[in-house]
C-alpha cells in the first residue's frame, strides 16, 4: 500500500475512533467531547483534501444507481458535520469559549442533538459504501494465507447480518428516532450504565448501517460496472 493510501486509511481509522468516543458524551465529559469534536471536524476536512479527486469528478462521467447514492449520503454527511461544528461552536465552554458566544444557545441544543445522531447514521453509511474496499484491503493483506471457503463467508454474513438485526433492535431500544426528528429537546444519558456496553451497542448500531450501505451498493452497482466518476 502507498504511503499516502495508508495515510487516508489512517484517518479514516482515527475518525471512526473519534465517532464512537463522542457518542460516549456522558463517560467523558465536556471538555473532552469539545475537542474530539474539533479533532474530528479537522480530520474531516483533511479527508475531503485527501478525495479531492472525488470533488473533480463530480460532474464528469455518468451517474448511475451507485453514484448517486454515494453523492447523496456525501451531501447529506457534508451538511450534517457543519451543522454538528456551527452548533459545537455556539455551545462551547472550552475550546472556542474564546469567541463569546451567548444567544441562540436553545436552538444550537437542538441543531447539536439532531446532527449528532444524523451524522453517526450517515458516517456508519458512508463507511458501508466503501466496505466492499475495505474487505478487499484485508483480503490483499492476508494475501499469502489460503482463500476463505464458502462455509467461512456464509457464516461471516449470517454473523454481519445478526449483528444488523442487533443493531436494529439497539437503535429502536434507545430511542435514537426520537433524537433525530427532534421529538425532545433533551437527550437521556444514563450516567450508571458501564461503558464496554455501551460501545457494544454502538458498534453493534454501526454495523446495522454499514450492512443495509454495503448491500444497497450490491444492488445499484449490479456487476460493480466501472464509471468515471471515480469514488470517495
Known amino acids: 500500500m502507498k504511503p499516502k493510501a495508508r495515510l487516508k486509511v489512517g484517518i479514516d481509522i482515527l475518525m471512526t475512533l473519534l465517532l464512537l468516543f463522542l457518542m460516549g458524551y456522558q463517560f467523558w465529559g465536556d471538555a473532552a467531547h469539545e475537542w474530539a469534536g474539533a479533532g474530528m471536524f479537522a480530520l474531516f476536512i483533511i479527508h475531503h483534501l485527501m478525495n479531492g479527486s472525488w470533488h473533480k469528478n463530480l460532474l464528469r462521467g455518468k451517474y448511475n444507481p451507485s453514484r448517486i447514492l454515494m453523492l447523496v449520503i456525501n451531501i447529506l454527511l457534508f451538511a450534517d458535520m ?42 456508519s453509511l458512508h463507511l458501508g459504501l466503501h466496505w466492499g474496499k ?40 434507545r430511542d435514537l428516532l426520537t433524537y433525530m426528528l427532534i421529538r425532545t429537546q433533551f437527550v437521556f444519558l444514563d450516567f450508571n450504565e458501564p461503558a464496554p456496553l455501551f460501545y457494544i451497542d454502538c458498534l453493534a448500531m454501526m454495523g446495522t448501517f454499514i450492512w443495509i450501505a454495503y448491500w444497497l451498493s450490491a444492488l445499484t452497482c449490479g456487476k460493480r460496472s466501472k464509471t468515471n466518476g471515480g469514488s470517495k
Open 82 to 123: 457543519l451543522g454538528l461544528m456551527i452548533s459545537g461552536i455556539m455551545l462551547s465552554n472550552h475550546v472556542f469559549a474564546f469567541l463569546g458566544i451567548s444567544g441562540g444557545m436553545s436552538f444550537a441544543r437542538l441543531l447539536h442533538m439532531a446532527s449528532s445522531y444524523w451524522g453517526f447514521m450517515l458516517m
Open 134 to 173: 475495505i474487505l478487499g484491503m484485508i483480503r490483499r493483506a492476508g494475501k499469502g494465507r489460503r482463500e476463505a471457503s464458502g462455509a467461512v463467508k456464509m457464516l461471516l454474513r449470517i454473523l454481519g447480518t445478526v449483528i444488523a438485526v442487533y443493531g436494529l433492535t439497539v437503535f429502536i431500544r
